[in-house]
C-alpha cells in the first residue's frame, strides 16, 4: 500500500470514528435518560450539545491548522478527544455527560476541516478529487453505521464512551507516522500568512457554498429523526430505512468523476435538489424507503461538490479557514435539525419534511446565481491566465 493510499484509509477510518459522536446518541436517547434518571427531553440534548459545539470548533482549529500547521492540530486533536471521551466515561449525572459532550464535540472539530486540507494538500494532484469523494463518503456513513451501533448495543452511554476513548488516541498515533510534516505558510503580499474572513465573504462561489452547506444535513438529520418519530408511532422499522439509505452513500465515490464531467458546483446542485426531491417523497404515506434511499443519494453528492467548489474557488492561505466554516455551517444545519424536526412533527408530516425540502431547493437557486454571475464576469474580462 503506497503512502497516500495509507493515508486516506486512515483518515477514513479516524473520520468515521469521530463524526460518528454526533448521530451516536440519537438512538440512545431513552438509554441515557434511564442512566441518568433524567427527562427524555433533557436527554435528547446530548446530540444537540455535541453538535453546536463541534460546529463552534470548526472556527477555530481551521484558521489555527493555517497557522500552526495541519499535522500538530491533527494528531493534537485527535489525543485530546481520546482523553475528554474517557473523561465523559466517568459523568455522575446528566449535567455532567451533558458539558462532557460540550468539550468532545468542540475538540473533535479539530478533525473533519484539517482532514480535508491534508488531502487537499498532500495528496497527489490526480487523486485529490477522488479523496475528498473518499473523505466524504467516510463522514456520511458515520450517520448510519453510528446509529445502528448505538441502538444495536446493550451498554450503557458512559460504557460506550469507555470502550471508544482508546481509539481516538490509537489513530492519532498512526496519523502521526504517514501525515507529511508541516510547511511554514509563506508570507503573503502584507507579510502575514493569516486568513481573512472579509475577503471569503467577498468570493460569491464561497460565501454562497457556506449557505448551501447549511442546508443539507438539515435536510438529512431532519429525515433521521422524522423517521424516530414515525417509528415510534410503528408505523415504519427505522432500521429498515436507514439500511435503504445505506447503498446510495456510495454515489460519494463517483463524485470526483461527476464534478470533472459537470463541474463541482453543478455536482453540489444536483444532489441539493434530488435530496429535496427525498423529502418531498417522504411525505407519500409509505414512501419513507423510498425517500430514505433518494435523500441519500442527494446527500452523496451535494457534500462532496460543495466541499470541492470551496477548495478550488479559495486561495492557498485562506483554505483551511474556508473548509472550517464551511463544515461549521454544514453542522450547525445537522444541530439545528433535531428540535426544528421535534416543532415541525406537530403540524404534520408536510412541514417536517417540506421545509427542508424548500430551504435546499432555495440555497441551490442562490448558488446557481452565483456561478451564472461568476461566469457573466468572467466572459467579460479579458483572459488573464488565471483560473
Not at 508541516?182 to 503580499?189: F, I, L, N, V
Not at 418531498?280 to 446527500?299: D, E, L
Not at 444545519?333 to 433535531?338: F, K, L
Not at 419534511?353 to 427542508?356: I, K
Given at each position: 500500500m503506497t503512502r497516500s493510499n495509507l493515508l486516506m484509509a486512515l483518515l477514513m477510518l479516524t473520520g468515521i470514528i469521530v463524526v460518528g459522536q454526533l448521530y451516536l446518541t440519537i438512538p440512545m436517547i431513552s438509554a441515557i435518560a434511564a442512566e441518568f434518571s433524567a427527562e427524555t427531553q433533557t436527554a435528547s440534548w446530548a446530540g444537540t450539545a455535541f453538535g453546536f459545539a463541534y460546529a463552534c470548533g470548526f472556527l477555530v482549529f481551521g484558521p489555527l491548522s493555517d497557522r500552526v500547521g495541519r499535522r500538530v492540530v491533527l494528531v493534537a486533536g485527535l489525543v485530546a478527544v481520546g482523553l475528554a471521551t474517557f473523561l465523559l466515561s466517568l459523568s455522575a449525572d446528566i449535567s455532567q455527560f451533558l458539558t462532557g459532550r460540550v468539550v468532545q464535540g468542540f475538540l473533535a472539530a479539530s478533525f473533519p476541516p484539517v482532514?480535508?486540507?491534508v488531502i487537499a494538500e498532500a495528496l497527489p494532484l490526480e487523486k485529490r478529487a477522488f479523496g475528498i469523494s473518499l473523505m466524504s463518503f467516510a463522514f456520511l456513513i458515520a450517520a448510519p453505521l453510528s446509529q445502528f451501533f448505538g441502538a444495536g448495543i446493550s451498554e450503557t452511554a458512559t460504557s460506550i464512551m469507555f470502550m471508544l476513548s482508546p481509539l481516538y488516541v490509537i489513530m492519532a498515533a498512526a496519523l502521526l507516522m504517514v501525515v507529511p510534516r508541516?510547511?511554514?505558510?509563506?508570507?503573503?503580499?502584507a507579510g502575514k500568512p493569516h486568513s481573512h474572513l472579509s475577503e471569503m465573504f467577498a468570493n460569491a462561489m464561497v460565501s454562497t457554498s457556506w449557505l448551501a452547506a447549511l442546508t443539507v444535513l438539515l435536510g438529512f438529520v431532519s429525515f433521521q429523526v422524522g423517521t424516530v418519530?414515525?417509528?415510534?408511532?410503528?408505523g415504519i422499522s427505522a432500521q429498515t430505512v436507514r439500511l435503504a439509505g445505506l447503498p446510495p452513500l456510495a454515489l460519494s465515490l463517483f463524485a470526483a468523476y461527476l464534478s470533472k464531467?459537470?463541474?463541482p458546483s453543478v455536482t453540489g446542485r444536483v444532489?441539493?435538489?434530488v435530496a429535496a426531491l427525498g423529502l418531498?417523497?417522504?411525505?407519500?404515506?409509505?414512501?419513507?424507503?423510498?425517500?430514505?434511499?433518494?435523500?441519500?443519494?442527494?446527500?452523496a453528492l451535494a457534500v462532496p461538490g460543495l466541499i470541492a467548489t470551496i477548495a478550488g474557488a479559495a486561495a492557498d492561505h485562506n483554505r483551511g479557514l474556508a473548509m472550517s466554516v464551511?463544515?461549521?455551517?454544514?453542522?450547525?444545519?445537522?444541530?439545528?435539525?433535531?428540535?426544528?424536526a421535534l416543532s415541525l412533527s406537530g403540524i404534520g408530516t408536510a412541514a417536517l419534511?417540506?421545509?427542508?425540502a424548500a430551504v435546499l431547493l432555495i440555497a441551490a437557486l442562490i448558488l446557481t446565481l452565483a456561478v451564472s454571475r461568476r461566469a457573466k464576469a468572467h466572459s467579460l474580462q479579458p483572459a488573464t491566465g488565471e483560473r
Open positions: 482532514a480535508l486540507t508541516d510547511q511554514r505558510a509563506k508570507p503573503s503580499a418519530l414515525l417509528a415510534q408511532d410503528g464531467r459537470w463541474t444532489g441539493m435538489v418531498a417523497v417522504a411525505v407519500i404515506p409509505g414512501a419513507m424507503i423510498a425517500a430514505s434511499a433518494i435523500i441519500s443519494a442527494g446527500v464551511y463544515t461549521f455551517c454544514l453542522f450547525v444545519g445537522a444541530s439545528v435539525a433535531p428540535p426544528l419534511f417540506g421545509l427542508p
